[in-house]
């Protein structure tokens, strides 16, 4: 029996048709809040209440760059700095109750406290600082506390190869890019401690760090430290 003219054969033969006409869905990066194309490289924003971040183009990124002011959204500034030695020895380090050796350190302006994350094979976990080590830590280092909130975060990494003491490396980073070390970390890690190709990937991204930071200023003496260590 031959198909009346202007019909498809079968249900099927029609479904393979629209298939073919539907245009292929957009594969470009857009800005998630006016939705321009944006590159490869662009910039995020924090959504305060779900700390979650949003790709946005120059302009959306632009409005949100108003530390003073009250918004839903923080732009993500593109600032490196690096502390050298840092006065975090291996007791520092268990006041701080950070059970591994590398973590970021952020303050979360809507829960009004400082936090730390470590990374492992379910991503990041949270680990709530201490208040009075923290503080001890910053009034040591007064330059730590010009981390900007929910935006900026200060990345720690101790290794044992200098025997107690350690061997500490202290950045202060992009928030963006610490979740983007966490999901590389995610997809490599085996094992206990991650395994060789997890800290080869934590070489790689702290000698890139290194490259783009520049030394920390000492603020003086008069200078007053930031909300970051959550003491006024």
């Not at 006016?34 to 209440?49: F, M, S, T």
């Not at 923290?134 to 909130?149: D, I, K, S």
């Amino acid at each position: 029996m031959t198909a009346p003219a202007g019909r498809s054969a079968s249900p099927a033969a029609a479904l393979l048709r629209l298939s073919r006409n539907r245009p292929a869905p957009p594969t470009e990066e857009r800005c998630e809040m006016c939705a321009v194309p944006v590159g490869a490289e662009h910039q995020h924003v924090v959504a305060l209440e779900n700390r979650t971040l949003m790709c946005c183009c120059r302009a959306c990124w632009l409005l949100f760059t108003d530390d003073g002011a009250r918004l839903r959204y923080r732009a993500v500034p593109d600032r490196y700095l690096s502390f050298d030695q840092l006065p975090l020895d291996a007791r520092a380090w268990d006041e701080l109750e950070i059970p591994v050796g590398l973590a970021f350190l952020f303050r979360n302006s809507v829960q009004e406290r400082v936090v730390a994350f470590y990374p492992g094979p379910a991503g990041a976990t949270e680990s709530e600082l201490p208040l009075a080590a923290w503080t001890a830590l910053v009034q040591a280092r007064p330059e730590l506390a010009t981390v900007r909130p929910d935006v900026e975060a200060l990345l720690v990494r101790r290794t044992e190869g200098g025997g107690r003491a350690g061997v500490t490396s202290c950045h202060l980073v992009p928030i963006d890019a610490c979740y983007e070390l966490v999901g590389r970390l995610r997809t490599l890690w085996r094992g206990f401690d991650g395994g060789q190709e997890a800290h080869a990937a934590m070489d790689a991204f702290f000698e890139q760090v290194g490259a783009r930071s520049r030394p920390a200023d000492v603020p003086s003496a008069t200078a007053s430290p930031t909300a970051v260590d959550g003491v006024s």
